[in-house]
């Protein structure tokens, strides 16, 4: 939208420019000579350049493109060679982000079934810091 602000009074001035100047003028560009209005020049160069610029940019989305598909591949490739058990097993709720082999998930799923097999439901052990005392300093 932005774009649209800036380039539209460029585009409705180079209209008025090439309506204002009509009457021929011979121009001349190192040795080259010729015959034409400064508004049909002026309109002229203008398109050269819009398309020299759309060019460059359609160049740099190209590679852009080009990179995204090439990363996609890449991760299509990666995702082929997980191993079948780590993709499709249920993990604990806290430990989505461990690998299924892992000692801590062996270790959880262990203290589940012992959990699971005693009928008392036990608490986890709180462990109370020693209480701190203020020493007296020497001499004091």
Same mark, same amino acid.
Do not use: H
């Given at each position: 939208?932005?774009?649209?602000?800036?380039?539209?009074?460029?585009?409705?001035?180079?209209?008025?420019?090439?309506?204002?100047?009509?009457?021929?003028? /011979?121009?001349?560009?190192?040795?080259?000579?010729?015959?034409?209005?400064?508004?049909?020049?002026?309109?002229?160069?203008?398109?050269?350049?819009?398309?020299?610029?759309s060019?460059?940019?359609?160049?740099?989305?190209?590679?852009?493109?080009r990179?995204?598909?090439?990363?996609?591949?890449?991760?299509?490739?990666?995702?082929?060679?997980?191993?079948?058990?780590?993709?499709?097993?249920?993990?604990?709720?806290?430990?989505?982000?461990?690998?299924?082999?892992?000692?801590?998930?062996?270790?959880?799923?262990?203290?589940?079934?012992?959990?699971?097999?005693?009928?008392?439901?036990?608490?986890?052990?709180?462990?109370?810091?020693?209480?701190?005392?203020? /020493?007296?300093?020497?001499?004091?």
């Amino acid at each position: 939208m932005i774009r649209l602000f800036i380039t539209l009074p460029v585009i409705v001035a180079l209209i008025i420019f090439a309506a204002c100047n009509q009457a021929p003028v /011979e121009l001349s560009w190192l040795q080259w000579k010729w015959t034409s209005s400064p508004g049909v020049l002026a309109l002229l160069v203008a398109a050269l350049l819009y398309a020299t610029g759309s060019a460059s940019v359609w160049i740099v989305v190209l590679r852009q493109m080009r990179r995204a598909r090439r990363a996609e591949q890449e991760v299509r490739a990666l995702r082929a060679r997980l191993p079948e058990n780590d993709t499709g097993t249920p993990r604990a709720p806290g430990l989505t982000s461990a690998p299924a082999n892992s000692p801590m998930v062996k270790a959880y799923e262990a203290e589940q079934a012992t959990a699971a097999a005693s009928p008392v439901a036990t608490e986890p052990a709180v462990v109370t810091p020693p209480a701190i005392t203020a /020493e007296k300093p020497p001499g004091a």
